[in-house]
Nanobody, 121 residues
Framework: EVQLQASGGGLVQAGGSLRLSCVAS????????IGWFRQVPGKEREGVAC????????YYADSVKGRFTASGDNGKNTGYLQMNNLKPEDTAVYFC??????????????WGRGTLVTVSS
């Protein structure tokens, strides 16, 4: 059974930092891409970052470049999203997703439950 569990969300002041974790099981993690997405009620889901565990490449939305860093630990089957200099507009439910045998994050295979990030001004 595939499982993805995102955690690490919370309430933080603008300018602060949070690190999200995504623990994965049930598929081969070290050849998968882990994507981070976010959604605000009433708005479309937005792709935030993607990390290819196989090649170590990361991709970011323009809105988070220079502030967010995606990474992965193949030994722990865990993906991370380090979020620095958070802004109120980063407030959303954040999801992690996985795509097997991939280095990019399109048409993800598996989705986890979200974790809420709230940034106060």
């Amino acid at each position: 059974e595939v499982q993805l569990q995102a955690s690490g969300g919370g309430l933080v002041q603008a300018g602060g930092s949070l690190r999200l974790s995504c623990v994965a099981s049930g598929f081969t993690f070290d050849t998968a891409a882990i994507g981070w997405f976010r959604q605000v009620p009433g708005k479309e889901r937005e792709g935030v970052a993607c990390f290819g565990n196989g090649d170590g490449r990361a991709y970011y939305a323009d809105s988070v470049k220079g502030r967010f860093t995606a990474s992965g630990d193949n030994g722990k089957n865990t993906g991370y999203l380090q979020m620095n200099n958070l802004k109120p507009e980063d407030t959303a439910v954040y999801f992690c997703a996985a795509k097997e045998l991939a280095g990019t994050c399109h048409r993800m295979d598996y989705w986890g439950r979200g974790t809420l990030v709230t940034v106060s001004s």
